[in-house]
């Protein structure tokens, strides 16, 4: 059996366009364009690039983006007051700060410090709190998870009833993405570092996210035939033969899996597209929600 190839880049390609259009007629019809802002704290080249492409992916799409850079040395007094003044922007609908921040920085107190209705990362307490409640509702869920959904839903994968196996437990994507399949009415599992007889376990998943950041631990023979194979891993491999040194893996071996799985996504073009296609639509529903025109 050779798993279908689930195309993270054409869908968030689709999903990009969606919103260009809704960005286009709000711009139309009340006269403002969506804004973000992304605080950027240090010169960290993985976080450099990750902002330059979701300010990239904004300017594509029409959406206004305001960088704030800010030094390695900056204080948290400092780093807390710029985030209050994006709080009071009335071109801000979405502010995020790009994560990790320098070890004499408190996340936690960094990110309680964003405007809830501005908290487009939905990294929050009190919209994690909300997503980790029955039937409450944040006002944002974070981006690689919702992107994960997204790509399940729009490629026809059931999710009620079904074992879903999360392996990895971040406040980035194990722990919310579990939440949200859970809600969805799936039975989770999730594992980590401390999980015994791992891949007896993942051989239950119907749906096996794999988000670990381990290169390639996921083995064929730990998959269930025919499950879908959802891989968030973004691993740096040595490669002496391409130009830039190293290539991107995932946390599966996607030559195994692919004979085994029923469906998988590609690293690169799986979920990291979905992740800033995901951004967009918190961003265009800050705005939608700030003029009224969603709950
Ligand atoms: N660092 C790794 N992933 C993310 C993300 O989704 N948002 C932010 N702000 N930082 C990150």
Known sequence: ???????????????????????????????????????????????????????????????????????????????????????????????????????????????????????????????????????????????????????????GIEIEGKNAVILGRSNIVGLPVSMLLLHRNATITICHSRTKNLPEVTRRADILIAAIGRAEMVRGDWIKPGAAVIDVGVNAVDDATRKRGYRLVGDVNFEEAKEVAGYITPVPGGVGPMTIAMLLKNTLDGRKRRLGLIE
Request: aromatic share 2%; proline share 6%; net charge negative.
């Open 1 to 155: 059996m050779t798993a279908q190839i689930i195309d993270g880049k054409a869908i968030a390609a689709t999903i990009r366009g969606e919103i260009a259009k809704e960005v286009a007629k709000l711009k139309e019809e009340h006269g403002v364009a969506p804004g973000l802002a992304a605080v950027l704290v240090g010169e960290r080249k993985d976080s450099q690039t990750y902002v330059r492409m979701k300010k990239k992916a904004c300017a594509e799409v029409g959406i206004k983006s305001i960088g704030v850079d800010l030094p390695e040395s900056v204080s948290q007094e400092e780093l807390i007051a710029r985030v209050r003044e994006l709080n009071a922007d009335p071109e801000v609908d979405g502010i995020l700060v790009q994560l990790p921040l320098p070890d004499h920085i408190n996340e936690e107190a960094v990110l309680a410090e964003i405007d809830i209705t501005k908290d487009v990362d939905g990294f929050h307490p009190i919209n994690i709190g909300r997503l980790s409640m029955k039937g409450r509702h944040p006002l944002f869920v974070p981006c690689t998870p919702r992107g994960v959904i997204e790509l399940l839903d729009r490629t």
